[in-house]
């Protein structure tokens, strides 16, 4: 397993009436974040907030393309981010226990805080259609290129792995800095991670470790997981 420490490329925030940071996601030109009864965009480049809509928002947060997809308590929220309409809810697998959201290829992936595990979801139903176990609590998630990520917050220690998704083995770490935790989690598609950085209400973007030519694309079929 290879271990290095985060490289933090930029911090954005605190923004104003936003004092938490909990899920991230990224639509291919700003980067959403929940902060309890609110969803937040702001522009990553110039580090400017943009707008925000008026909805629970209280732990992950996705994006598939076109719908934002909130987690609010017990129940998973299908936005439609022009209008700030819930267009449809889901159960929440963990029922008030989750904490990460993720999209890829059809499918949600949803990260349970406690109970360290990482589901992956039917959109329309909620079903589970499988479980990645965790050995550490499981804050944001993210798929990019193929590969699955998680953060991990502990305490003071806190950071963001990859994992197998198959067999939920860590294949690398990458450590934040002491007292920096990581609540929410998105990559760009690119070299870089969105990382939540909760009750501080800062977003943190991290390096993301390359091994090969970027595809360009934000995520790939996950492994074991059905194309709708």
């Keep these: 397993m290879k271990r290095t ?3 933090i490329l930029r911090e954005y925030g605190p923004f ?10 990224f639509d291919g030109q700003h980067v959403w974040f929940a902060s309890g009864d609110k969803l937040n965009a702001f522009d990553p480049a110039s580090g400017e907030a943009v707008r925000s809509i008026d909805i629970a928002a209280h732990a992950g947060t996705a994006f598939d393309g076109q719908h934002l997809f909130q987690i609010a308590e017990d129940r ?24 990460g959201l993720a999209w890829a290829e059809g499918t949600l992936w949803v990260g349970q805080h406690r109970g360290r595990r990482i589901h992956q979801v039917d959109p329309q139903t909620g079903a589970i259609l499988r479980t990645i176990e965790s ?6 998630v ?66 993301r470790p390359r091994r090969g030519p970027a595809t360009g694309r934000r995520s790939e079929t996950p492994v074991g997981s059905k194309r709708k």
Excluded: Y
């Excluded at 104003?16 to 996601?25: E, I, K, L, M």
């Excluded at 050995?135 to 944001?140: A, E, I, L, Y």
């Design 5 to 7: 420490k985060a490289e």
């Design 16 to 25: 104003p009436g936003a004092d938490q940071v909990h899920g991230v996601t």
């Design 76 to 99: 998973i929220q299908k936005i439609d981010p022009k209008t700030g309409r819930v267009l449809a809810t889901i159960p929440a697998p963990g029922g008030g226990g989750d904490s």
């Design 135 to 140: 050995n550490r609590v499981v804050t944001g």
């Design 142 to 207: 993210t798929w990019v290129d193929g590969e699955l990520w998680h953060g991990t917050w502990e305490g003071d220690e806190s950071e963001v792995r990859r994992v197998d998704p198959e067999t939920g083995e860590v294949l690398e770490k990458l450590d934040m800095p002491p007292g920096v935790g990581v609540s929410g989690l998105e990559s760009d598609g690119g070299d870089q991670f969105f990382c939540g950085g909760g009750a501080g209400g800062k977003v943190r973007a991290i390096r």
